[in-house]
């Protein structure tokens, strides 16, 4: 007998899964191996017959550049579910890599999956999440608010009575929380994040200079020279289309330029930061100002943002590491203690 096959079998087995599922990106958590996935969420399929022709990185470079006979699309949007059946498929496709174990091995078993979902969705939303992972192939779908994932990600003991202060800046949502005793005592969620500041640079760049960008661009220029505060300055050449002529334009942009654009946005979460302390308990809001403010998600990564929320609040604040891999750290650390996930669930699917 081939042992070594049949431990690898059996070793599948416990395969259970962790995901983030973004709005920009979907993370991949497995029990026992890490991170395995980090791909964009986007999918291309054929219009008419719904054949699905690309998933993840290969269709994100699809966007804006498709025949008319081709869709491609974020299936998700401001955090939740915009194309249930484009998110099922995505979900399919992550979960079946996973399990590719090649060769004639038999089928495995359906995973167990815990999947971080914004704090503000409804009920019919959190249903259209577990729907879509069931769908895919989970047997069990359990999902967690993210304010309470990233937290757990970023290693803070969210089971004491201290309180802690977390700010999960996504792709379609901003999420934050005060936590305690394993639970979030006051949280709101905002969408109003990463897509926001692309599409306030787009809004900027056509009323200042008559050029249309795409999203792909917006972002990347937010990533090269983007900040919330005042630095270096910094330069990037973007291309577009002139508005007046519809003519391929290229222009110079300057990073206070684009620090400019995204300062609505900014003020917008520092103003909601504020709000949601000024709903926190006394006693939690001491142990806030002692610890200082937590920051995770992709968001948190722009320059200078974590010393403008200090300056509003005046606490402290400390951007996690590996801030784009907290959600899916999180839900990979609740796979390991059922207790906690028992705490922490907010709905399950069967």
């Avoid at 991949?28 to 719904?50: D, L, M, W």
């Avoid at 579910?81 to 495995?108: C, E, Q, S, W």
């Avoid at 684009?258 to 709000?275: C, F, H, K, M, N």
């Amino acid at each position: 007998m081939n042992f070594s096959l049949v431990n690898r079998i059996l070793g599948l087995f416990s395969h259970d899964i962790g995901i983030d599922l973004g709005t920009s990106n979907t993370l991949v958590y497995v029990r026992g191996k890490g991170i395995v996935i980090r791909e964009p969420s986007a999918v291309a399929r054929r219009k008419k017959t719904k054949e699905i022709l690309a998933i993840g990185a290969s269709a994100k470079k699809m966007l804006g550049r498709v025949p008319s006979s081709i869709e491609a699309l974020r299936p998700l949007r401001d955090g939740v579910i915009a194309d249930f059946d484009a998110t099922a498929a995505m979900l399919t496709y992550y979960i079946k890599r996973v399990h590719d174990t090649g060769g004639n091995i038999p089928k495995i078993p359906r995973p167990r999956v815990v999947i971080g979902i914004p704090s503000g969705v409804t009920e019919v939303e959190r249903r259209a999440v577990a729907d879509a992972a069931i769908e895919a192939g989970a047997r069990e779908a359990n999902l967690i608010e993210e304010p309470m994932a990233a937290a757990i990600g970023a290693g803070l003991p969210v089971e004491g009575p201290e309180g802690i202060f977390i700010v999960d800046i996504g792709g379609g949502t901003t999420e934050m929380g005060v936590i305690s005793m394993g639970g979030i005592v006051v949280g709101r969620s905002i969408r109003i994040a990463g897509d926001e500041m692309d599409e306030a640079i787009i809004n900027y760049v056509r009323l200042k200079y008559s050029l249309l960008l795409g999203q792909p661009s917006a972002e990347e220029v937010k990533i090269l020279i983007g900040s919330a505060g005042v630095e270096k300055e910094k330069y990037a050449v973007v291309r577009g289309r002139d508005l007046e002529n519809g003519l391929p334009k290229s222009i110079k942009l300057a990073g206070s330029e684009i620090r400019e654009a995204l300062s609505p946005i900014v003020q917008e979460i520092i103003g909601t930061i504020t709000d949601t302390m000024q709903e926190t308990p006394p006693e939690l809001l001491s142990d806030v100002m002692e610890r200082g403010i937590y920051m995770a998600g992709g968001g948190s990564m722009l320059p200078q943002i974590d010393k403008m929320i200090s300056e509003a609040t005046k606490m402290p604040v400390y951007v996690s590491e590996d801030p784009l891999t907290c959600v899916v750290r999180g839900c990979g650390k609740v796979l390991e203690d059922n207790g906690l996930l028992a705490k922490i669930r907010v709905s399950r699917g069967l």
